[in-house]
């Protein structure tokens, strides 16, 4: 995820790296998106190196198929949310886990998923649209002070109440229905930026794909829970696209500490400046890794 039109894997040098991947083993892709960093996966550990790909959004899970067809049944796909991954594994350990937070390129692109601000589409943002709740039910029904909290807290939006306020009263009018009107409402609402090319609706916009889609919801225990299904030398890497996220995978990473985890990265590994020149979507990314220690 997290990656331009032609779908470019984020960090996927070092994350291979840190992930150490070799031939043979498990290896699992929680967030497999369209498939780039376990296409790599896969290379790296051929022969017979397996993986098992999950993802919620099953429109992007069909593409990814598409891709990993020449690995045979080296690969298995499956719908479903990384947080599930611990049940779905069922005890079987894996030798790597890799999570990619954030949208995919697919996701953002396509008008009529109602991401990005860019394209005018529905403002949907859900990233299984087989679940009910989209940001246009958000937006349109939340109470002026909840909104306010929402983009503050998931946006860290500094003029969360000023955006509140506004959307409420564009809505009373009529429903805020697309993503074009709605970054209207806030790009009038909000001062303009100092930061050349960000536009006002982004903090706003994150918020709301936050919250439609429960990204932080257990996050933490969630990290926690997958790190106890690698097997003793196993590793797992996470990359995160705000500090939210990043945060989570500190805290997390911090806790297994005492519990015979090493955390490989002290500091989250960035994009150079060659990735973001090529790729301007990974400029947010961070990449944090742990390992699980020997048996004793």
Not at 42 to 57: E, I, K, M, T, V
Not at 105 to 114: F, T
Not at 217 to 226: K, S, T, V, Y
Not at 244 to 270: C, I, N, Y
């Amino acid at each position: 995820m997290g990656s331009d039109a032609g779908h470019v894997p984020v960090l996927l040098a070092e994350t291979l790296e840190l992930l150490g991947v070799r031939p043979g083993g498990l290896w699992v892709d929680g967030t497999v998106g369209l498939g780039g960093h376990a296409e790599a996966v896969l290379r790296a550990s051929a022969p017979d190196g397996r993986l098992r790909g999950f993802d919620r959004d099953s429109e992007t899970l069909e593409q990814a198929r598409a891709r990993l067809l020449p690995f045979g049944d080296r690969v298995t796909l499956e719908h479903a949310d990384y947080r599930a991954l611990p049940e779905r594994l069922a005890g079987e350990p894996a030798d790597g886990i890799l999570l990619d937070l954030g949208v995919s390129s697919l996701q953002l692109d396509d008008a009529e998923r109602g991401f990005s601000f860019q394209r005018e589409g529905p403002l949907d943002m859900r990233m299984d649209r087989t679940e009910r709740g989209s940001a246009m039910e958000l937006v349109n029904r939340m109470r002026e002070s909840d909104l306010a909290d929402l983009i503050h807290e998931f946006g860290e939006e500094p003029y969360s109440r000023r955006i509140a306020r506004a959307i409420v009263r564009a809505r009373e009018k009529a429903p805020i229905a697309t993503t074009t009107e709605l970054a209207e409402i806030v790009r009038r609402a909000a001062p303009k930026s100092r930061r050349p090319g960000f536009h006002p609706a982004t903090r706003t916009f994150q918020a709301l794909r936050i919250r439609t889609n429960r990204e932080l919801d257990g996050l933490e225990p969630a990290l926690e829970r997958m790190a106890e299904c690698l097997r003793p030398a196993g590793r797992m890497a996470v990359i995160a696209f705000h500090s939210l996220e990043d945060r989570a995978a500190k805290q997390a990473f911090r806790a297994l500490e005492s519990r015979g985890f090493r955390v490989l990265t002290r500091k989250p590994v960035r994009p150079g400046e060659p990735e973001t020149r090529d790729n301007p979507r990974a400029r947010s990314a961070r990449l944090r890794a742990l390992r699980r220690e020997e048996a004793a």
